[in-house]
Each structure stands twice: as structure tokens, then as C-alpha cells.
């Protein structure tokens, strides 16, 4: 079993459209949780940490079930600038290893 | 602004010929890692390094070198390359302080060994 699941994706979805995102991670040791953005051939960045209580981030939403290990995101009113390949990321032992999920891809249709 | 910085962008080289990818990062992170994507595989970190003279291996080390003399650089060698090392490479930092692990990534290096 891989340590960080995803769904496999791809999902396209017309604009407008609340997409989400299912994560689920193998060690229960793990410490920290975020998602990431990948544009295609680019650099991963940081879209937002996941904290236990639940966070939100305008049409973004993360959520984080420590004792099902399980994480979510869900973006709502998307945007044709929302495509993307959206990486689940976990890390553990006090941030030195970080776990990449093999990513979903959105695609976001006029 | 904070940032890593990779070089080259983009290297095409032949088999057996030894090549460097730069790393530098200007946030004072202890924390330098190295990865490379490949379609299907997703992102698999090679070495990555705790601290100054500090390194270990990742999932794939093999036909990696790294070295960390200094904190802010994290060069990633491959001593003979071959056909198989053509990928997407990524280096990445990040600090130990809790609440602050978030990975911030270079621009990428894209290699091709012919």
C-alpha cells in the first residue's frame, strides 16, 4: 500500500462547478498535512496547511481526520485558473520527510 | 524574496558525462531535499539533508551524490549519467520550526541523458 493516496483523477468539471479532493495516509506517526498546486512542469506550491480543527481559505476548504487518516479539500466556485494537479502532502519526524500523494488533476472547462 | 533557486533549467546531456544541478535557497532553512517526478510515479525524493555536512539518502539515491558544505546551497552530482536519470528535478527547503514545515520548491531542472 502507498504511504499517501489520491484519487486517480483526472476530473473535469465545468466552471462553477465544487470539486473535492480525497486524500488518505498509511502512518499514523505523520505530524503535518498540506496541499499543493502543480501547473504542468512547474514547481509545486503551497496552496494550504490542513490543521485538525479545519481550515478555509476563500473557495477553499481542508479538512484533516487524524483517527480515519484522512484529508480533504474541497474548492468551491471553480475557476478556469483552478486546473491544476493537486498534490496531497504529508510529513512526519518534526518536518524532515515529506510524503507526496501521486496527485489529481483538475481540469476546469468553460 | 524569498526563494530556491536551480540551474540549470534545462540540460541535455550524453551517458557517462558527469553533471551538477545547482540548489540555493536565501531562507536560512536547515532542511534541503532533493526529487525527481516522473509520470505515473509522482515526486520521490532522492537525498535530502538536515543540516550543514548532514545528508542521507531518500527513496532513489542511486547514481545520486549530494553534498552540503554550506546552508544555503545543496548541489545534486550525478557522477555518469544515464537514460534512465532523464526526469524532472526538483529541490526543495524548509525549516524544522513547528508550524513552518511547509516545502518551498525550485523552479525545476529538466534533464535528458541521451
Known amino acids: 500500500r502507498k504511504e499517501v493516496e489520491q484519487d486517480p483523477g483526472p476530473f473535469n468539471v465545468p466552471e462553477g462547478a465544487t470539486v473535492a479532493f480525497n486524500c488518505t495516509y498509511s502512518?499514523?506517526?505523520?505530524?503535518?498535512f498540506f496541499w499543493y498546486r502543480q501547473d504542468c512542469r512547474k514547481e509545486p506550491k503551497l496552496l494550504m496547511s490542513?490543521?485538525?480543527s479545519g481550515n478555509e481559505d476563500g473557495r477553499f476548504t481542508a479538512q484533516l481526520n487524524r483517527a480515519s487518516q484522512y484529508i480533504s479539500l474541497l474548492i468551491r466556485d471553480s475557476k478556469l485558473s483552478d486546473s491544476a494537479t493537486y498534490l496531497c502532502?504529508?510529513?512526519?519526524?518534526?518536518?524532515?520527510?515529506?510524503?507526496f500523494g501521486p496527485g489529481t488533476r483538475l481540469s476546469v472547462l468553460p | 524574496e524569498a526563494q530556491v533557486t536551480q540551474n540549470p533549467r534545462y540540460l541535455i546531456t550524453v551517458t557517462g558525462k558527469k553533471l551538477t544541478v545547482t540548489c540555493s535557497q536565501n531562507?536560512?532553512?536547515?532542511?534541503m531535499s532533493w526529487y525527481r517526478q516522473d509520470p505515473g510515479l509522482g515526486l520521490r525524493q532522492i537525498y535530502y539533508?538536515?543540516?550543514?555536512?548532514?545528508?542521507d539518502k531518500g527513496d532513489v539515491p542511486e547514481g545520486y551524490k549530494v553534498s552540503r558544505k554550506e546552508k544555503r546551497n545543496f548541489p545534486l552530482i550525478l557522477e555518469s549519467p544515464s537514460p534512465n536519470q532523464t526526469s524532472l528535478y526538483f529541490c526543495?527547503?524548509?525549516?524544522?520550526?513547528?508550524?513552518?514545515?511547509?516545502?518551498?520548491f525550485g523552479q525545476g531542472t529538466r534533464l535528458t541523458v541521451v
Open positions: 526543495a527547503s524548509s525549516s524544522p520550526t513547528p508550524g513552518r514545515w511547509e516545502a518551498f
Open positions: 502512518n499514523s506517526a505523520s505530524q503535518s
Open positions: 490542513v490543521y485538525s
Open positions: 502532502v504529508v510529513t512526519s519526524n518534526y518536518g524532515q520527510n515529506f510524503v
Open positions: 531562507m536560512n532553512h536547515e532542511y
Open positions: 539533508s538536515m543540516n550543514v555536512e548532514v545528508t
